[in-house]
């Protein structure tokens, strides 16, 4: 708006909100669109929130059995691993390293063959990478020791081989020869623990080994595949890669978990992208609400505007009038959605079990989904972001009215009275 509001518009507009008996079906349409409008904008950020609360848990169960980012060689395998460590350790954020040897290959056991990616590892360097968040069924790092030919399982890949505890594998890999063609090495090694992750991807296909074993098989003396890294914030993975990669000069690669997972995290923002565009239509239909309703009181109202007209108030006036009107029904409604969708975001986890209860069913049951409850994750961004839409698009939806009102002319409104 060009000028201030004045006083008598703003007292005119807030007055205008009140319904008379003639006007109850215009008041009750402007009761209609309030409703819409905090509904579409409690909506979208208790989705929103649930949304965050997934990806967080996606993140969290993805890095439950890997590291935030590693640091390998860009012609292969990685010889000078403890001074790669020892560099990695150094930089700020970093709060454990520890290498690791990679392959693909197959499973037996039986009739029974899958494919699977087996880690070596040091369990005591790994323990202080991933090991706080491994959630084993049975056994444990323990159970990994050099020249043991143990081998730990996902708990998925464990069922698909039809296993349990002592029964006995052999692990396919193929090796570079020495003219550099693949042969095939075959290892038998004995099942001693099950871990559960809670991500297809490491439940179906993963096992660990010890790495002095791996190596064996894939032919190394002292060299591993890279070294990983756990920081002590898990967004700061890229810079801590992108860090390490320059220190240690050319020849050296670093990734970190946003580019190994992006495929999980572009799909997850594609669908919060698109529940955002959906719900925002309850918003957008509730503003045309706000214009339907205001242009019913521009009709209702047209020989009070033209008093207003007569007693000196201008076209610019009347328009922030109904411009007052409109942006209280909008705004009071967006104050409204977003305390009730702060609330309702805040303990999602206390009402959904409760709607379980009363209802008498699971929304998300434990045997066939990872997670059995429904997680949230408020971010003030979001929160800020739906706001400040809402608000303008309420605001937009008052112009077309009161431009209406304000074309009004006083003499043509005045003949018939």
């Known amino acids: 708006m060009r000028r201030m509001i ?31 409008i905090a509904l579409g904008v409690a909506a979208l950020i208790v989705i929103l929130s649930v949304m965050n609360g997934f990806e967080g848990e996606l993140r969290g169960r993805l890095l439950s059995m890997t590291a935030h980012g590693y640091v390998g060689s ?54 202080e990478v991933a090991g706080r968040t491994m959630n084993f069924v049975v056994g444990g790092l323990g159970v990994l020791q050099p020249g043991s030919r143990n081998i730990v399982l996902g708990r998925l890949l464990a069922i698909d081989l039809n296993v349990r505890l002592g029964d006995g594998v052999v692990l396919l890999i193929p090796r570079p020869g020495p003219a550099g063609e693949l042969e095939p090495v075959l290892e038998r090694f004995t099942v001693q623990g099950v871990f559960e992750a809670g991500v297809q991807d490491h439940d179906a296909t993963l096992a660990l080994v010890h790495a002095g074993d791996a190596a064996a098989l894939l032919g ?49 923002r594609l669908e919060k992208m698109m529940m955002s565009l959906i719900l925002s239509l309850i918003i957008g239909v509730a503003a045309f609400n706000i214009v339907a309703s205001l242009v019913m009181v521009v009709t209702d109202k047209t020989g009070d505007i033209a008093i207003l007209r007569t007693l000196g108030m201008g076209p610019g006036g009347v328009v922030r009038v109904f411009f007052v009107q409109g942006a209280m029904i909008g705004w009071l409604g967006v104050l409204l959605g977003v305390l009730a969708g702060v609330v309702l975001a805040l303990n999602v986890p206390v009402i959904v079990p409760w709607l379980e209860q009363v209802f008498g069913f699971q929304i998300m049951p434990g ?5 059995s ?45």
Do not use: C, H
């Open 6 to 36: 004045r006083a008598v518009e703003l007292f005119v507009g807030l007055r205008y909100l009140r319904a008379k008996r003639r006007t109850r079906f215009v008041s009750f349409i402007t009761a209609i669109s309030l409703a819409g």
């Open 74 to 127: 860009a012609d292969g395998a990685l010889d000078e691993w403890p001074r790669v460590r020892d560099e990695l350790l150094a930089i700020d954020g970093v709060v454990s390293a520890a290498p690791y040897v990679g392959m693909e290959g197959m499973l037996r056991t039986g009739s029974e063959l899958r494919g699977v990616l087996v880690n070596g590892i040091f369990p005591d360097m790994e323990a």
């Open 373 to 417: 409850q429904i997680p949230s994750e408020l971010e003030g961004e979001d929160v800020a972001v739906i706001a400040i839409a809402a608000f303008i698009l309420t605001s937009l939806a008052t112009l077309y009215p009161a431009r209406r009102a304000a074309r009004v002319d006083p003499a043509i409104a005045l003949r018939y009275e």
């Open 367 to 371: 045997d066939v989904y990872y997670v």
């Open 220 to 268: 190394y003396t002292s060299q591993v595949t890279a070294v990983r890294f756990l920081g002590d914030d898990v967004m700061a993975a890229p810079r801590i890669a992108a860090a390490a990669a320059r220190k240690l000069g050319q020849g050296y690669r670093g990734s970190d978990w946003t580019i190994e997972n992006a495929s999980y995290f572009r799909a997850i």
